[in-house]
């Protein structure tokens, strides 16, 4: 019998066509080769373009493979400038993008969708104590609200590794993120009072679960390598962390634990009885935002009204602690909210005070460059408008309670972001 070689006629037919099968039964089972050296210069490109050069390649493709990748507009509404040009009312320089697989081109490859949006804008040096930039008539028209933490009712967890940041989902009393969201936001302190930079990473995918603690580190090292590559390339020259090696998962609705126990962002606060006796908590490490909820009931489980419910025995108590820009951004919000409406003072018109729709507000010198800090306490029946006839009914008891664990709360945290003493709780 003749030899079947790619010398012969018939070697070349027979060769040929045995490739040609091997090539779809890899296609079938999905193992799908995409791209040579021109397709990967292609996608290098996108990544290099998108956000002005600030996206670290290597990371981006942990989260979206190889490619081909889209690019386009970050998150809605902003407005990208390279540098805050003259006469900038807002002097805020910002860059926003998003990159996502490109499936169209992956006929016969087994994608999920993926998508990464990030957003790097610089933070101007602020006061210790000056709230006046925080009033709606101080406010730039050109100023624009930060990127939303993907959180909801429960807290965020710290980043760590020496990264002043948040890692956040979508989990909450009433809502379950399904795992596939993550936000991560990380705040830079340039050196020479040089104001700041807030980098915040949006990451979507499918097919995959935030309990695998591989994945929740490999969308926070794209934040973290963003701020990176931004601190140096804006000359903000921000003393950086470490690549984290691993990110805690931000706790859920059943994660509660005896509020004695509270090791975290609810040590020290003050039980009362059996309608405060419980703490969903994260770790308190100098990230921008801290949150603590306290609450009542034994499981923990929140009942079939979620964390909104008018029960007293179901009322739980959210305490936030905004520093930086979160902190301006939560001012301006109330600002525009309730400002305008209400008699009341909001933050920004005074250092302490009682919030609309109930709740209460205090405030702190911070000498980072950030200016004051904001904490505030909210139960978790208060009303979103002014009509104080919506509000909750509060006894005297509630009103003492609330303002002894902002007290608290306040004192706490500010000391371990080196702020001053927060101002008594009105």
């Not at 066509?17 to 996108?46: F, I």
């Not at 990208?80 to 006929?107: N, P």
Request: glycine content about 14%; overall charge negative; some cysteine.
């Amino acid at each position: 019998m003749a030899r079947l070689t790619w010398e012969t006629k018939a070697g070349r037919i027979a060769l040929s066509s045995c490739g040609a099968l091997v090539a779809l039964a890899l296609v079938a089972g999905g193992y799908y080769w995409w791209g040579g050296p021109h397709e990967r210069r292609v996608a290098q490109r996108v990544l290099d373009e998108a956000c002005r050069g600030v996206l670290p390649s290597d990371e981006m493709r942990a989260v979206l493979g190889e490619g081909p990748y889209e690019s386009g507009p970050g998150r809605s509404g902003a407005v990208d400038t390279d540098q805050a040009e003259e006469g900038d009312e807002s002097g805020i320089r910002r860059v926003s993008c998003a990159v996502r697989r490109d499936e169209e081109h992956g006929a016969g490859h087994p994608t999920h969708e993926a998508s990464v949006a990030v957003t790097v804008r610089s933070v101007p040096e602020r006061k210790p104590a000056d709230t006046a930039a925080d009033r709606v008539s101080e406010r730039p028209r050109a100023y624009e609200p930060l990127p939303p933490l993907l959180t909801d009712d429960l807290p965020p967890a710290a980043l760590g590794h020496g990264w002043r940041g948040v890692f956040s989902t979508g989990e909450g009393f009433q809502h379950r993120s399904g795992g596939i969201a993550a936000t991560t936001s990380v705040l830079l302190d340039c050196a020479r009072d040089r104001g700041g930079l807030l980098v915040t990473v949006d990451v979507r995918e499918e097919d995959v679960t935030l309990d695998d603690p591989g994945r929740r580190t490999t969308y926070a090292r794209v934040a973290t390598a963003t701020a990176a590559r931004a601190s140096q390339k804006w000359g903000c020259d921000a003393p950086l962390g470490k690549p984290p090696r691993t990110v805690a998962l931000p706790v859920n609705a059943d994660e509660d634990v005896p509020l004695a126990d509270a090791s975290g962002t609810c040590r020290g606060l003050p039980a009362r009885g059996s309608q405060v006796s419980r703490a969903w908590e994260g770790a308190r490490s100098g990230g921008p935002v801290e949150v603590c909820v306290l609450g009542g009931g034994g499981s923990g489980t929140p009942g079939a009204g979620g964390f909104a419910d008018s029960a007293d025995e179901a009322r739980r108590y959210q305490l936030v602690a905004y520093y930086g820009p979160y902190a301006q951004d939560a001012r301006v919000d109330q600002q525009v909210r309730h400002g305008r409406y209400s008699e009341d003072p909001v933050p920004g018109d005074a250092p302490s005070g009682r919030l609309a729709g109930g709740g209460r507000w205090t405030s702190a010198a911070c000498r980072d460059g950030g200016g004051p800090a904001l904490f505030t306490v909210r139960p978790s029946d208060a009303a979103d408008g002014d009509d104080k006839r919506h509000e909750p009914k509060v006894s005297a008891g509630d009103v003492a309670y609330e303002r002894a664990a902002l007290k608290e709360f306040a004192r706490r945290s500010a000391a371990a972001h080196g702020c001053a003493a927060p101002t008594s709780v009105g």
